[in-house]
Antibody, heavy 117, light 111 residues
């Protein structure tokens, strides 16, 4: 069975950085990409970016360019998403999701990131 | 690029059918057969219900079906059940640096 298990909730101050992990199991990690999607409280889904677990190639949402970095560790089948220069508008649930046919299929449980002074 | 356009809410009675639309452009929904639909009950992660316009993953009831015409994709839920009450999101591959777009979401209420 495919599973994506994310790291726990984080509380950060404005200007800080956060790094969320996404440990995968149940499939060959390097055969699929990983999407990162966030959802602000009471809002819809926002695509943040994608990383190929095979090549490490990335695509990031334009609004996050320069603040976000996605990486993978193939030895542990884990994907990471780091977001820098946090502001209160970055408060959201952050999801990782496996990519199939360019779109997400299996999703992690979500990681709540709260940005507050 | 703006998000794909979905109605904010739809409703139906148990046993009825409802259709949720997802309108994009000729650069995304209209160009690629890479449209997915997700169900998100309150407090849970999204779950894939339809992929590549009309395909159902294993385990998804055949009451859920997808289609596309031009720049608009649709999700139809027939034989509505109380457990179908959730938010539904569409997504499309764009082929550009934006890569993936989501709709704004539709809240389905089962009356």
């Amino acid at each position: 069975q495919v599973h994506l298990v994310q790291s726990g909730a984080e509380v950060k101050k404005p200007g800080a950085s956060v790094k969320v992990s996404c440990k995968t199991s149940g499939y060959t990690f390097t055969t699929y990409g990983v999407h990162w999607v966030r959802q602000a409280p009471g809002h819809g889904l926002e695509w943040m970016g994608w990383i190929s677990a095979n090549s490490g190639d990335t695509e990031y949402a334009q609004k996050l360019q320069g603040r976000v970095t996605m990486t993978t560790d193939t030895s542990t089948s884990t994907a990471y998403m780091e977001l820098r220069s946090l502001n209160p508008d970055d408060t959201a649930l952050y999801y990782c999701a496996r990519e199939t046919g360019w779109l997400p299929d299996y999703w992690g449980q979500g990681t709540l990131v709260t940005v507050s002074s | 690029q703006s998000a794909l356009t979905q109605p904010p809410s739809v409703s139906g009675s148990p046993g009825q059918s409802v259709t949720i639309s997802c309108t994009g452009t000729s650069s995304d929904v209209g160009r690629y057969n890479r449209v997915s639909w997700y169900q998100q009950p309150p407090g849970t992660a999204p779950k894939l219900m339809i992929y590549e316009v009309s395909n159902r993953p294993s385990g998804v009831p055949d009451r859920f079906s997808g289609s596309k015409s031009g720049n608009t994709a649709s999700l139809t839920i027939s034989g509505l059940q109380a457990e179908d009450e959730a938010d539904y999101y569409c997504s499309s591959y764009t082929g550009s640096s934006t890569f993936v777009m989501f709709g704004g979401g539709t809240k389905l209420t089962v009356l």
